[in-house]
């Protein structure tokens, strides 16, 4: 009788420990499960290095590695690229963190199919502005599938991308979906040196004045690791 192994193997391109950096986990050591490959080119993007390459690791190889950097089972978050493009793999991985006790993170665009996501598992949608050059790749059905543990993320770069996210917020009653609604400065994708905000494309002081001013039901949010870290350092 001929037995059929199916092996889940997923293109990684790294995972390592840091800190949580934009979310209202931000502050938490978390470890990271960065998928290689994403179907968008946002214009600020500045995870290009996960486009190519990486490495072909199975279920249990990232689990071990994973338990190896967490040993006390906390914080997981799988991101890229687009995680989802390898959902095949990932779903059961992330089936697999969260039977050995994790807290698990999604981070994902939103433009595949989120309905075999885990419900346990915390999704983090940014939903692309149109200055990022991917305006309107959120798949809308996807709002069906958030829960209110969820969080939504608009990263901005101007005025622009502030009234499209304000208005998107608005039309899909997002503050009464999920558990926050975040709105970030974009950083520029060169940036280096200066642990500042001077690296932003969008003044955080600025789009702070927007928001009170117009009493947004949103929380801004700043990339922290940007602000701990040099900005051009990647694993962190
Ligand atoms: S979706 Fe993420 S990884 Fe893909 S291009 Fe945009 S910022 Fe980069």
Same mark, same amino acid.
């Given at each position: 009788?001929? *037995? /059929?192994?199916?092996?889940?193997f ?28 994403? #179907?968008?080119?946002? +214009? ?29 089972? @906390? ?17 059961? !991985? ?10 698990? &993170? ?11 996501v885990? =419900?346990? *598992? ?10 990022s ?8 059905? #996807? ?16 005025? =622009?991308?502030?009234?499209? @996210?304000? /208005? ?10 999920? #558990? =926050?609604? !975040?709105? +970030?400065? @974009?950083?520029?994708?060169?940036? =280096?040196?200066a ?6 494309? &969008?003044?955080?002081?600025? !789009? @702070? ?14 990339q &922290? ?12």
């Open positions: 009788m001929l *037995v /059929e192994c199916f092996a889940a997923m293109q990684i391109t790294e995972i390592y420990k840091s800190l949580q950096g934009e979310s209202t986990y931000a502050g938490l050591p978390c470890v990271f499960v960065r998928l290689t490959g994403c #179907n968008l080119r946002c +214009s600020w993007c500045d995870s290009e290095y996960t486009f190519q390459g990486g490495h072909k690791m199975s279920i249990e190889e990232v689990c071990h590695e994973v338990a190896h950097l967490s040993p006390q089972r @906390a914080l997981v978050e799988i991101t890229g690229g687009e995680p989802m493009l390898q959902e095949r793999e990932v779903v059961p !991985l992330m089936c697999r963190l969260l039977d050995e006790g994790y807290r698990v &993170l999604l981070e994902t665009s939103g433009e595949r199919p989120l309905e075999q885990p =419900a346990a *598992v915390i999704k983090i949608v940014d939903v692309k502005c149109p200055d050059g991917e305006g309107y790749t959120f798949r809308l059905e #996807n709002l069906e599938t958030l829960i209110p543990h969820d969080e939504i993320k608009f990263v901005l770069s101007g005025r =622009a991308d502030y009234e499209f @996210a304000r /208005e998107f917020a608005d039309r899909h009653r997002l503050r009464e979906r999920v #558990n =926050a609604v !975040l709105f +970030s400065p @974009a950083f520029r994708k060169d940036a =280096a040196g642990r500042d905000s001077s690296h932003c494309l &969008l003044d955080p002081q600025l !789009l @702070a004045q927007w928001m009170i001013e117009d009493d947004v039901p949103a929380r801004l949010g700043l &922290l690791h940007k602000f701990i870290w040099d900005p051009a350092v990647k694993g962190v």
